[in-house]
């Protein structure tokens, strides 16, 4: 059973750092591209970033670029979105989610975790 | 970066009704277009991938169409468990974006 459980959320002040981890199993993990998306309290979801299959290709969304960065530990068979200079408008739950098809690149993604609840604020 | 706009934002139907959920997309993006469905308190759940292809396990009411920039989801016959937002999201190019959600709720 493919499972991706997220963790590493919690309350973080304005300028700090936080590092969310994403579990995968179920599936062989170096085969899928992973992505992590976001949701603000009561708004829609944003896609903030993704990476390869093999760690070699990533993207992050203009509004994280410099200060977020997305890796993975395919031994581990684990992602992270290491997130620096956190703003209020970084709250959010944060979901990781699995590309469907293997060799693809963030298409459509078919398991996603429970999210994780990141919270910036003074 | 391609902006995708859904309408009605929200629709209140009754149990039985035919549903349909409009995406449009800022520029051509053939079919590379996907249908999620997301429950309170839930993670999304990929219901229709490349515009019209229904995912394993999805009921068969759920139905996409369309190319290009104009895209439809149907729920042929709303059940009280599809009570959800419904999220579009494109594929076409970088950065992959999401519109803004449908609220589905029975009347």
């Known amino acids: 059973e493919v499972q991706v459980l997220e963790s590493g959320g919690g309350l973080v002040q304005p300028g700090g750092s936080l590092r969310l981890s994403c579990a995968a199993s179920?599936?062989?993990?170096?085969?899928?591209?992973m992505s992590w998306v976001r949701q603000a309290p009561g708004k829609g979801l944003e896609w903030v970033s993704g990476i390869s299959g093999s760690g070699g290709s990533t993207y992050y969304a203009d509004s994280v670029k410099g200060r977020f960065t997305i890796s993975r530990d395919n031994s581990k068979n684990t992602l992270y979105l290491q997130m620096n200079s956190l703003r209020a408008e970084d709250t959010a739950v944060y979901y990781c989610a699995k590309d469907r098809n293997p060799s693809t690149s963030w298409y459509y993604f078919n398991y996603w975790g429970q999210g994780t609840l990141v919270t910036v604020s003074s | 970066d391609i902006q995708m706009t859904q309408s009605p934002s929200s629709l209140s139907a009754s149990v039985g009704d035919r549903v349909t959920i409009t995406c449009q997309a800022t520029q051509d993006i053939s079919n590379y277009l996907n249908w999620y469905q997301q429950k309170p308190g839930k993670a999304p759940k990929l219901l229709i991938y490349g515009a019209s292809s229904l995912e394993t396990g999805v009921p068969s009411r759920f139905s996409g169409s369309g190319s290009g920039t104009d895209f439809t989801f149907t729920i042929s016959s709303l059940q009280p468990e599809d009570i959800a937002t419904y999220y579009c999201?494109?594929?076409?190019?970088?950065?992959?974006?999401f519109g803004g959600g449908t609220k589905v709720e029975i009347k």
């Open positions: 999201q494109h594929y076409n190019n970088l950065p992959r974006t």
């Open positions: 179920g599936f062989t993990f170096s085969s899928y591209a």
